[in-house]
């Protein structure tokens, strides 16, 4: 067991990956605390002690952090291409509050290490794998704008308190790609594109709407992919760095879309693409390399049946039979 002896703070723990997190840290022996703001726990166990809180407010960042060796930041303002296209500032004020706020409440609590999941929406745009060293060679793409210059702030921010203070906290920040899988956020005004597909087709729209047209591309990561990644970097690193998290190859929503109409056996949808409706970024792929070299990190699902899995899994929660594909 990894972490036996070691009290770690999950926040946002209702969400995709805190409460893929939270199962994991419980098999790895961890004492665990998690945080709660507006939903119920996702993962019930009396083993984990759960706290409600609103972490834009200092006081309970100090609550929070109190007492304990690893913190992963997994709280966060997000929603889906509409809200972020409608309400820009979304995803900046009250993340950047959560972030600094915490990262204070940390290192004063005298925190081993504090991990934060920041955004491959951070990069500028490019038709190439980015590397986490082109971060700021170009403003963040133009619909990024807002959330991707918070990321970057809060990036900095880890580097100094992981790297310029005369008593450096190891802070580790991750960069993943879209990560999906069960627990995965369905509701349609703020879901990213894999489960708005998934809920689609189950519920055999039709036609089957697609916002855009279809071609953008994008790396996609299975939550436990994501949450393995996560445990090696505490495990592993004692210092300051900042990795990508990804699957290392792209997808294009069309490619997305084939898969799982295949695997739940809807091959005869009527598709309709909406290019009225908003979108983002047309490309957005990274380079792996460097999770591989310091975390000995690679995916290990591949796309088809890191669907299948959330496929069943969201048919499952729904009380559906699952699907003969044809």
């Given amino acids: 067991m990894l972490f036996r002896g070691k009290r770690i703070l999950v926040t946002g723990a209702t969400g995709l990956i805190g409460s893929n997190l939270l199962e994991r840290l419980l098999r790895e022996g961890a004492t665990l605390r998690a945080t709660l703001h507006r939903r119920e726990p996702a993962v019930k166990n009396p083993l984990v002690d759960y706290m409600k809180g609103d972490l834009t407010r200092a006081e309970d960042c100090r609550r929070a952090v109190e007492g304990m060796h690893y913190v992963y930041l997994c709280a966060a303002n997000s929603s889906g291409a509409a809200m972020i296209s409608a ?40 038709d190439k794998p980015m590397k986490e060293d082109q971060l700021l060679t170009g403003d963040p793409f133009h619909k990024y704008f807002f959330a991707g210059w918070a990321k970057r702030f ?88 900042a990795i990508n998290i990804g699957l290392g190859r792209g997808y294009s929503v069309r490619d997305l879309l084939k898969i799982i109409l295949e695997l739940d056996g809807y091959e005869d949808a009527r598709i309709s693409f909406d290019t009225t409706k908003p979108t983002m970024i047309p490309l957005r792929l990274v380079d792996t390399s460097k999770a591989e070299s310091l975390l000995a990190f690679r995916a290990r699902t591949d796309i088809r049946e890191g669907l299948r899995r959330t496929l069943e899994w969201y048919r499952r929660s729904r009380n559906l039979p699952q699907a003969t594909p044809k």
Avoid at 95 to 120: D, P
């Fill in 87 to 126: 309400t820009p500032m979304i995803h900046v004020t009250p993340n950047i509050l959560i972030n600094t706020q915490m990262l204070e409440a940390a290192y004063e609590a005298g925190v081993e290490k504090f991990i934060w999941l920041g955004s491959t929406v951070a990069y500028p745009m490019s």
């Fill in 154 to 241: 809060t990036e900095i921010l880890c580097q100094m308190y992981g790297e310029k203070l005369a008593k450096p906290m190891t802070t580790i920040v991750l960069r993943p790609t879209n990560v999906y899988g069960p627990g995965d956020d369905f509701e349609l005004a703020t879901s990213h594109v894999i489960p708005a597909l998934i809920r689609k087709t189950v519920e055999r729209w039709d036609p089957m709407e697609i916002w855009g047209d279809g071609s953008e591309v994008r790396d996609a990561i299975y939550v436990d992919d994501m949450v393995e990644a996560m445990v090696l970097a505490a495990a592993k690193l004692d210092r300051y760095a």
